[in-house]
């Protein structure tokens, strides 16, 4: 590794700030959609993703859609609770304010459903692209 | 906020096709051409879906 230096103790110093990316990008990307690439200077993919991602849960809270709770019990309500929880922050805000709990009363309320649960994978494979970057799998 | 089907169609296809442009693909040109044709093919998937139940309703 060319910028790898070796500590007093043998650590290698740049393994070290690589590992601490490699934890931070992914944590920080599913807490703020797109701030994983953000913090790696990567910004125009960054605000793409966020701008997309928060966009779509936007949307999908403004159809009237419905955020599942963790305590679903139905399988098809814990899948979609693992879709929702991937937009981070976005989640627990809703959560905090109580949105999206109304019942579903139109047709596109069900798209809006499909929005926010979207919204939360789109947020994960972007955590995984962060990740990716982090570790230089990735340019 | 209420969208007809198509254009809550077209939308998801935006927002899909950005972050599937952006995370699948390393080089600018690649993201932006990879990005396009899966708008592409989810908004040509939209259209091969509606007439495929236009027959199945006849």
Redesign the interface.
Known sequence: MANTSTTKNGVAAGTAAWSAMSALAPALGWLIPGAGHLVQKRYV?GL??M???V??FV?GL??QGHVYQPNGGDILDILGFVGDVGAGGLYILAQVMNWGQGAIS???AD?GT??LI??GL?NF??M??AYHIAIGK?? | MTLSHFSAAVLFAVFASVVFGITQRSTSREQVRYGLYCFAMFVGGVFVAGWVMWLLRR
Do not use: G
Request: glycine content about 0%; cysteine-free.
């Open positions: 993919r793409l993703l701008v997309s991602i966009a779509m949307i403004l159809l139109h047709a596109t798209y499909k929005y979207v919204a789109l494979i972007s995984a692209d990735k340019p």
